[in-house]
Nanobody, 118 residues
Framework: QVQLVESGGGLVQPGGSLRLSCAASGSIFSFNVMGWYRQAPGKQRELVAIITSAGSTTYVESVKGRFTIARENAKNTVYLQMNSLKPEDTAVYYC????????????WGQGTQVTVSS
C-alpha cells in the first residue's frame, strides 16, 4: 500500500501563486508516474500535470507556461508550482501515483482545495 499526503492548497487572488506538495510513503515501485489532477464542481476530474520517475512531464494545455511540476525521487515527493492563477483554476487538486507496471497499484491523495478569487 501507498499513502499520499498533500499540502499547500488555499485561497489566493487572481494572478497569485501557490505551491502544492505531495509526499508518498509505503511500498513504492521505483518506476512510477506521479502527478496532479483536479476536479471543479460539476465537472469531471482532469489531468493537470504528470511527471515520470525519469523526469518526463506532461501538462494540460490550459496550464502550460503557468504551472510547473517537479519531483524529488529520494523523498518520494511531487510538487506543483502554480503561478498566474485564474479563477478557472479553482478546484480540488488530487495527487496521484501510478505504479509501473500498474499491478503495483494506482493511488490517490485526499485532495486539497485551491480557490482563486478576489
Amino acid at each position: 500500500q501507498v499513502q499520499l499526503v498533500e499540502s499547500g492548497g488555499g485561497l489566493v487572488q487572481p494572478g497569485g501563486s501557490l505551491r502544492l506538495s505531495c509526499a508518498a510513503s509505503g511500498s513504492i515501485f521505483s518506476f512510477n508516474v506521479m502527478g496532479w489532477y483536479r476536479q471543479a464542481p460539476g465537472k469531471q476530474r482532469e489531468l493537470v500535470a504528470i511527471i515520470t520517475s525519469a523526469g518526463s512531464t506532461t501538462y494540460v494545455e490550459s496550464v502550460k507556461g503557468r504551472f510547473t511540476i517537479a519531483r524529488e525521487n529520494a523523498k518520494n515527493t511531487v510538487y506543483l508550482q502554480m503561478n498566474s492563477l485564474k479563477p478557472e483554476d479553482t478546484a480540488v487538486y488530487y495527487c496521484n501515483l501510478r505504479s509501473i507496471p500498474l499491478s503495483g497499484g494506482n493511488y490517490w491523495g485526499q485532495g486539497t482545495q485551491v480557490t482563486v478569487s478576489s
